[in-house]
T-cell receptor, first 111, second 112 residues
Framework: LAKTTQPISMDSYEGQEVNITCSHN???????ITWYQQFPSQGPRFIIQ???TKVTNEVASLFIPADRKSSTLSLPRVSLSDTAVYYC????????????FGKGTTLSVSS | DSGVTQTPKHLITATGQRVTLRCSPR?????VYWYQQSLDQGLQFLIQ???????AKGNILERFSAQQFPDLHSELNLSSLELGDSALYFC???????????FGPGTRLTVL
């Protein structure tokens, strides 16, 4: 499984755009990149998934360069409620496989 | 609300005891996963079941076991409990060919 590296923590203010970058140098050809969000004492929640280029949904965008060795989760105009831990996962190319979580990035949003 | 339910929400017990955690997946989901989250280890995959059969094993101790029943609900049994087993236990489910996993609210286990 590809190992991922992401910042341990990030700070932001309400209304700003936040970009969290994840490094995954050993990503395999059939691996997808997936991001989950977790609030304290709650289960992780799926945010977005992509394979290459750019994916956008109602809450975030995911940018993946051509070499796919990194990816960037972009959260537009964050609010206090976006304070959470964000996990970057790689290696779910086969549907129905277990998720391997790293340490994640703790995002703190203040007013 | 993810649609995955877990009971009980909280469980307090003593060392050496045995407990059972229960999970009901989302309607139609055949896969059930169990994860343990402790402060020092983070989120760890324990075991996966698919339509009643064990599919994959992660860092699950021999003192722990699980099963998935014909109605697709799953139970995680933890025995000979130790202080270090205190953690949040999450159950997740997914559709057969889906990448996204839906997590339940978790069961907080405290071993005294």
């Amino acid at each position: 499984l590809a190992k991922t590296t992401q910042p341990i923590s990030m700070d932001s203010y309400e209304g700003q755009e936040v970009n969290i970058t994840c490094s995954h140098n050993n990503i395999a050809t059939n691996d997808y990149i997936t991001w989950y969000q977790q609030f304290p004492s709650q289960g992780p929640r799926f945010i977005i998934q992509g394979y290459k280029t750019k994916v956008t949904n109602e809450v975030a965008s995911l940018f993946i360069p051509a070499d796919r060795k990194s990816s960037t989760l972009s959260l537009p105009r964050v609010s206090l409620s976006d304070t959470a831990v964000y996990y970057c996962l790689v290696g779910v190319g086969q549907a129905g496989t277990a998720l391997i979580f790293g340490k994640g990035t703790t995002l703190s949003v203040s007013s | 609300d993810s649609g995955v339910t877990q009971t009980p929400k909280h469980l307090i017990t003593a060392t050496g005891q045995r407990v059972t955690l229960r999970c009901s997946p989302r309607s139609g989901d055949l896969s059930v996963y169990w994860y343990q989250q402790s402060l020092d280890q983070g989120l760890q995959f324990l075991i996966q079941y698919y339509n009643g059969e064990e599919r994959a094993k992660g860092n699950i101790l021999e003192r722990f076991s699980a099963q998935q029943f014909p109605d697709l609900h799953s139970e995680l049994n933890l025995s000979s409990l130790e202080l270090g087993d205190s953690a949040l236990y999450f159950c997740a489910s997914s559709v057969p060919l889906g990448h996204e996993q839906f997590f339940g609210p978790g069961t907080r286990l405290t071993v005294l």
